[in-house]
């Protein structure tokens, strides 16, 4: 089953513009990941922010997580037609003791108009 | 350093038959997890190994098995193919168990006629 949610499901931007993408959980987590995919191949780690953390940065990358929400949200900053890709919220929940379990999303897929 | 591999890249099987996809983890990894992405959906968590160990396992039937080696690597089984496993399949890797970040290889595509 999907823990994570995101929204919009698509999104279209022009080069240059900022691109925001939402995602909302359903249990208690340890962290909450983004990942990046491209074409449907492998899944490129972008940010991790701990349950105890609200904002990251990394590079044009700003991560915010609201625990009381449930949510978290993902900004691209100054978006390249590279950004294009689909990308994913994984989080991830304790499964017995130290075990941990990423658990994704659907994705949002992100185009980037040159 | 070599990420993680994956092979082979692409598979086709037909019903019934099984399967064996294998993932060499980044060097000095422990733990591999694999996960199914079915297309338009995200990955859904399989199985997770650590020190040679099942630690964790997914909602998937019992003709879905794996195994890590003593040098860390993995093999996903599949037994008695369905046309509803075609996917792609990812293998991921972690220094530790626990709450680190996965490393995810390229993925074997599967399909099944």
């Known amino acids: 089953s999907q823990q994570g949610e995101e929204d919009p499901q698509a999104l279209s931007i022009q080069e240059g513009e900022n691109a925001t993408m939402n995602c909302s959980y359903k249990?208690?987590?340890?962290?909450l990941q983004w990942y990046r995919q491209n074409s449907g191949r492998g899944l490129v780690h972008l940010i991790l922010?701990?349950?105890?953390?609200r904002e990251k940065h990394s590079g044009r990358l700003r991560v915010t997580l609201d625990t009381s929400k449930k949510s978290s949200s993902l900004l691209i900053t100054a978006s390249r037609a590279a950004d294009t890709a689909s990308y994913f919220c994984?989080?991830?929940?304790?499964?017995?003791?130290?075990?941990?379990?990423?658990?994704f999303g659907k994705g949002i897929t992100l185009s980037v108009r040159p | 350093d070599a990420g993680v591999t994956q092979s082979p890249t692409h598979l086709i099987k037909t019903r019934g038959q099984q399967v064996t996809l294998r993932c060499s983890p980044i060097?000095?990894?422990?733990?591999v997890s694999w996960y199914q992405q079915v297309l338009g959906q995200g990955p859904q968590f399989i199985f997770q190994y650590y020190e040679k160990e099942e630690r964790g396992r997914g909602n998937f039937p019992d003709r879905f098995s794996a195994r890590q080696f003593p040098n860390y690597s993995s093999e996903l089984n599949v037994n008695a193919l369905l046309l509803g496993d075609s996917a792609l399949y990812l293998c991921a890797s972690s220094f530790e168990i626990g709450k680190n970040i996965q490393y995810f290889g390229a993925g074997t595509r599967l399909s099944v006629l």
């Open positions: 060097s000095g990894h422990k733990s």
């Open positions: 249990t208690s987590i340890n962290n």
């Open positions: 922010i701990r349950s105890n953390e």
């Open positions: 994984a989080t991830s929940q304790t499964i017995t003791g130290a075990n941990s379990k990423l658990t």
